[in-house]
């Protein structure tokens, strides 16, 4: 019986995935959100390695409109670790839920969007490039959810 179930699990979990494949625009959003993982989990070991003082706050080279968000950068560099690791894993984790074809990957991955493209704003102008490769990857999500849905 019970293996009954682990099977049909297994299989479910397959089609699952080959149904993302078929949908172009969530697999490339999950491809995308995957690309951006490995860079959030670089930028994190970054600012934990900026924080300890083992590598130059590589982050001051680049223009931040804003002077507060630059001294807190110089000075206290940690208090971003949390900011970077809790972006870092909803990433991954929304990344798996969408390959998945799990509706909460979509939703998380919807949500640390729209916050990071708030917060992007904040690091302007650098912020720039990370909006934009936000913005890209909630319209892929969005179109690939949405597929030809009629809206009424």
């Known amino acids: 019986m019970s293996d009954s179930k682990t099977l049909k699990s297994s299989n479910s979990s397959v089609n699952n995935a080959i149904n ?11 491809l995308s959100l995957l690309i951006y993982s490995l860079i959030e989990v670089s930028d994190s070991i970054a600012i934990l390695l900026i924080a300890f003082d083992i590598i130059p706050n590589i982050y ?3 223009d931040i ?5 630059r001294q807190v950068l110089q000075t206290r560099p940690f208090y971003f ?10 990433r991954i984790v929304s990344t798996i839920g969408i390959f998945k074809n799990l509706l909460w990957g979509f939703w998380i991955a919807i949500i ?3 916050t990071t493209m708030i917060l992007a704003i904040l690091f302007l102008p650098f ?3 990370e909006l934009f490769f936000c913005i890209i990857i909630l319209i892929l ?3 690939g959810y ?7």
Request: charged share 15%; proline share 4%.
């Open 141 to 143: 999500l969005i179109i």
């Open 127 to 129: 912020g720039f490039f």
């Open 65 to 69: 409109v804003i002077p507060e968000i």
């Open 146 to 152: 949405c597929n030809k849905k009629s809206i009424i």
């Open 81 to 90: 670790i949390p900011f970077f690791w809790g972006f870092t894993l909803m």
């Open 112 to 114: 640390s969007l729209i």
């Open 60 to 62: 001051l080279d680049f």
């Open 20 to 30: 993302i494949k078929k949908n172009k625009y969530l697999f490339v959003a999950g």
